[in-house]
């Protein structure tokens, strides 16, 4: 049985950074591509940032590009994102997902098998 357990989220201050992490376990974490989305109050969830299983490809949403960095240690099984500039719209839940394949596919959920429970980041203004 996969599983996804996040951690690092908190409250920050806008313009802070945090570091979000997701330990995998449960199969081949190195061969799937891994995901970060997030879920506001009200809003969908949405998608945030992908990697391939090597890490030699990263997808972003628009909305984070240049503040967040997906990256993987396959030694580790664990996917970080890390996130700087952070602003008040960037308030949700976040959730890691484990992907059905190697290759980044989309930024639908379903191209994701697996989810973790996520971590709740709150950013004040």
């Known amino acids: 049985q996969v599983q996804l357990v996040e951690s690092g989220g908190g409250l920050v201050q806008a313009g802070g950074s945090l570091r979000l992490s997701c330990a995998a376990s449960g199969r081949t974490f190195s061969i799937y591509v891994m995901g970060w989305f997030r879920q506001a109050p009200g809003k969908e969830r949405e998608f945030v940032a992908a990697i391939n299983w090597s890490g030699q490809d990263t997808r972003y949403a628009d909305s984070v590009k240049g503040r967040f960095t997906i990256s993987r240690d396959n030694a580790k099984n664990t996917v970080y994102l890390q996130m700087n500039s952070l602003k008040p719209e960037d308030t949700a839940l976040y959730y890691c997902?484990?992907?059905?394949?190697?290759?980044?596919?989309?930024?639908?959920?379903?191209?994701?098998?697996?989810w973790g429970q996520g971590t709740q980041v709150t950013v004040s203004s």
């Open positions: 997902a484990e992907g059905t394949s190697q290759y980044y596919r989309g930024r639908s959920g379903r191209n994701y098998d697996y």
